[in-house]
Structure formats: structure tokens, C-alpha cells
């Protein structure tokens, strides 16, 4: 099974209410890192967790880390429409492990409603 | 910088042929990572080249073999075409190894192969 869950697999809110997605792993990681997609094309770079960190923000973004439980989780506040995506979270092992790539959850679809 | 360019954006092609994906990474970048993209089994990593070495391999046949150039560029050859193949394929290139520091993977626009 995949190293990285994401849940909900798909989400809906009305413009200007907040988003929260959350993603399960199951081993250890050097750090976890969240993607944007905008339909079928390609993968934008949203922010980067490093295992030592519990929380990080960018912008409208934040994200926070918990190693105990295996569990990230990326909130986006004050939606708009343009935020309408899938988002996906991935996790890269540490390179003492056979994980030592980068392992991608399968996503949630996010609709932002004007 | 440039981003990462990913050539054809968009393949059509017959089970059983073989086709040859090409990808440049940003400028300075040396590690190229490969992904293939569909909607059954979502984004699943083939392999990563460092240094005109692979470095890591996914869970793919043989059938899906890459390489990359001393000037970083990578190209992905899947031969004997199945119609399972039918993926978006997505480049990522990185300053240095996957698993080696805390690097940002940035994603080109993504090959879209459909095999007929």
C-alpha cells in the first residue's frame, strides 16, 4: 500500500472557509512535503516539513507535522476559487532505508465554490 | 531559471510500439526523478538519475528504462507498448539526491501518453 493517505479523498467548501486536509504515512521520513495539481497538469511545490518540525506556514498555508502519530496535515485558509485543485502529500524515507524515494498519497480533490 | 520541460507534451501511440520521453531539468539541478500518473493507481515513482546514474528504482518492468546525460537531461524509454501505459508522465528535478537533505522537487508539465 501506498506509504502516504490522504483524507478526505475529495472536499468541498464555499469561497473564504477554510480547507484542512490530512495525510497518514507509515515509516520513517526525512520530511513531507505537499503538492498542488490543477487538472492533470503538472505538480506545484506547496511546502516542505522536515521530520524535526511540527509546524510550518507560507502564506495561506499551514502545515504541521506529527512524527508520533505519522500524520501531517495542510490547512488553506480563506479559500478562494483559484485554489481548486488536487493536493497531494509525499514523503521522502531516509536514505538508511529501503524508502529512500519520494512516495506520493493518492490525493484530495478539493472544490472551492465561488 | 527555466523550469523543468518535459518533450512531447502529448503521444499517441499503438500496444507494442516503443516511445522515448525527454526531460530537462532546471538549470543547476542534477537529480532527474521519473513518475507515472493514472487515475486507478495515482502518482507512482519509476526511478531517479544522479549523475548519469539511476539511483533508485520504483516497482515498474523492465519494459521502462531510463538514462540521463552529463548535462543533467533525462530521457525515459518504455518499449513493447501495453495499453496500461496510458499515463500522464511527470519529470522532477532536484539540486541534489532524493533522501539526501530536505530538497524541493520541481515538476515539469507532464508527457501525456495514450497507447491505442
Known amino acids: 500500500s501506498q506509504q502516504g493517505e490522504e483524507d478526505p479523498q475529495a472536499l468541498s467548501i464555499q469561497e473564504g472557509e477554510n480547507a484542512t486536509m490530512n495525510c497518514s504515512y507509515k515509516?520513517?521520513?526525512?520530511?513531507l512535503q505537499w503538492y498542488r495539481q490543477n487538472s492533470g497538469r503538472g505538480l506545484v511545490h506547496l511546502i516542505l516539513?522536515?521530520?524535526?518540525?511540527r509546524e510550518k506556514h507560507s502564506g495561506r498555508l499551514r502545515v504541521t507535522l506529527d512524527t508520533s502519530k505519522k500524520s501531517s496535515s495542510l490547512l488553506i485558509t480563506a479559500s478562494r476559487a483559484a485554489d481548486t485543485a488536487s493536493y497531494f502529500c509525499?514523503?521522502?524515507?531516509?536514505?538508511?532505508?529501503?524508502?529512500?524515494?519520494?512516495?506520493f498519497g493518492p490525493g484530495t480533490s478539493l472544490s472551492v465554490i465561488p | 531559471k527555466a523550469g523543468v520541460t518535459q518533450t512531447p507534451r502529448y503521444l499517441i501511440k499503438t500496444r507494442g510500439q516503443q516511445v522515448t520521453l525527454s526531460c530537462s531539468p532546471i538549470?543547476?539541478?542534477?537529480?532527474v526523478s521519473w513518475y507515472q500518473q493514472t487515475p486507478g493507481q495515482g502518482l507512482q515513482f519509476l526511478f531517479e538519475?544522479?549523475?548519469?546514474?539511476?539511483?533508485n528504482k520504483g516497482n515498474f518492468p523492465g519494459r521502462f528504462s531510463g538514462r540521463q546525460f552529463s548535462n543533467s537531461r533525462s530521457e525515459m524509454n518504455v518499449s513493447t507498448l501495453e495499453l496500461g501505459d496510458s499515463a500522464l508522465y511527470l519529470c522532477?528535478?532536484?539540486?541534489?539526491?532524493?533522501?539526501?537533505?530536505?530538497?524541493?522537487?520541481?515538476f515539469g508539465p507532464g508527457t501525456r501518453l495514450t497507447v491505442l
Open positions: 538519475y544522479f549523475s548519469e546514474t539511476q539511483r
Open positions: 522532477a528535478s532536484s539540486l541534489s539526491r532524493v533522501g539526501v537533505g530536505n530538497n524541493e522537487q520541481f
Open positions: 509525499a514523503t521522502e524515507g531516509e536514505m538508511k532505508t529501503s524508502y529512500d524515494k519520494v512516495i
Open positions: 516539513i522536515r521530520s524535526n518540525e
Open positions: 515509516t520513517s521520513i526525512n520530511n
Open positions: 538549470s543547476g539541478h542534477r537529480s
